[in-house]
């Protein structure tokens, strides 16, 4: 190979998808219980497929279509988000359909910052929002959360610089699970507003909230319109995530930027697709419901499980999403500690490392597995932290 070819790219100082590394180690031990990836075990409602099939025959499935989306879906994304979400998009906000909330998010960055510029990303992040970040040569802050995992409006506002161009927030919040006050939201977004700031809320758990917790999004609040991105996704909510849909409510004057991103990155969202979701949409969130109310009782066995472990390891509570995120009071490297837990255990979790929290942390999925299987995998895990531990 020519020695040019060896010189280093933006990507060698961008950390490698963790999934990836995880499911690698998971196919070299069969049998291991996955509490690894954040995806559901349900697939799409029976209209989305209906939908796709009819649109097979169209000649205009097969063809580029508006890189915005298809008018249809657009319209349908319009009423669902002021139905639900609060967010009149004829009050300054745009839609775009996207291949996912991942290239929402990625789009998101590129119409909003220049190189150097700096994102605030509360911790735990998203590991995607940080290699995004960097990918677009902008520079991550991280700021801590408190013991719940709740934002921190003091730590923020002391880390914004000349430079802050973006605050990004996740609720619910993956890797916590934790769902972010409506109080602390309002502030961020106001201090956003005030400073001339983005504000990007991710919110592709919005229907995964247990007990008391309540969804809310920054792009309904008054005088938002002008600084709020919201992201939403179907891959969750609709089991949709092979399907690849997702879609960004932005503010009208970054329409130049996103559509040129959209363009050069994807053309037009795949037509097969977004009539998929426009059926899915149509069912709404009634299909997802029953599916939510699974999960809260599949929390509860998950949580009432981790509390064996007593003073080894610190829960905080979860109140949405399909994750945890669990704290072992030991001094170990967390990736080494995974290794572990599927060659010896056969289970496997995500090391806290890939969220940005130093310590022994681990993001516990519960999605993706029916309620036996995840007693099974949590008992394991359990028992390969008590294990594993105390020979430490
Ligand atoms: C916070 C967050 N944003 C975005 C995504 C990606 O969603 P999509 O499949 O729509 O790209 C995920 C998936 O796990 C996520 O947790």
């Known amino acids: 190979m020519h020695e040019n070819l060896r010189t280093l790219s933006r990507m060698d100082r961008i950390q490698a998808p963790i999934i990836a ?15 690894g990836q954040g995806v559901v075990h349900y697939g799409p409602p029976p209209e989305a497929i209906d939908a796709v099939r009819a649109a097979l025959d169209r000649p205009s499935t097969h063809e580029y279509q508006d890189g915005l ?26 839609v775009m359909v996207t291949a996912g909330a991942n290239m929402a998010f990625m789009h998101a960055v590129l119409a909003t910052t220049s190189p150097g510029d700096e994102v605030i990303l509360p911790v735990p992040f998203y590991f995607n929002h940080e290699m995004a970040i960097e990918m677009a040569g902008c520079r991550v802050v991280r700021v801590p959360t408190d013991d719940a995992y709740q934002l921190r409006l003091d730590a923020i506002e002391a880390a914004l610089t000349e430079r802050t161009r973006v605050i990004v927030t996740i609720s619910p919040n993956n890797p916590s699970g934790a769902v972010f006050t409506e109080s602390s939201l309002r502030r961020l977004n106001a201090l956003c507003r005030d400073r001339g700031i983005y504000h990007v809320s991710d919110e592709p758990y919005e229907y995964f909230t247990y007990g008391g917790a309540r969804h809310v999004s920054p792009g309904s609040f008054a005088d938002a319109a002008g600084h709020t991105l919201s992201i939403y996704s179907l891959s969750k909510a609709y089991g949709f995530a092979g399907w690849r849909v997702g879609y960004v409510v932005y503010p009208e004057h970054l329409a130049a930027a996103m559509i040129k991103s959209q363009d050069t990155i994807l053309i037009c969202p795949t037509i097969a697709s977004q009539e998929a979701a426009i059926g899915a949409l149509d069912v709404g969130r009634a299909y997802c419901e029953p599916h939510v109310r699974e999960l809260e009782s599949i929390r509860d066995v998950v949580v009432s499980k981790l509390s064996e472990l007593g003073s080894l390891a610190v829960v905080p509570a979860a109140d949405g999403a399909f994750y945890c995120l669990l704290k072992v009071n030991v001094d170990s490297d967390p990736l080494v500690l995974a290794e572990r837990l599927i060659r010896e255990y056969k289970v496997a979790v995500v090391p806290g490392t890939a969220f940005g929290i130093d310590g022994c942390y681990f993001r516990v999925a519960y999605g993706a597995l029916q309620r036996e299987t995840v007693a099974e995998g949590v008992g394991r895990l359990v028992e390969g932290l008590e294990r594993c531990v105390r020979r430490m």
């Open 69 to 94: 989306g298809l008018p249809a879906l657009v319209a349908r994304i319009a009423r669902k988000v002021s139905a639900e979400n609060g967010i009149d998009v004829s009050r300054g906000y745009e």
């Open 21 to 35: 590394v995880i499911g690698s180690l998971i196919r070299q031990v069969p049998g291991t219980i996955s509490l």
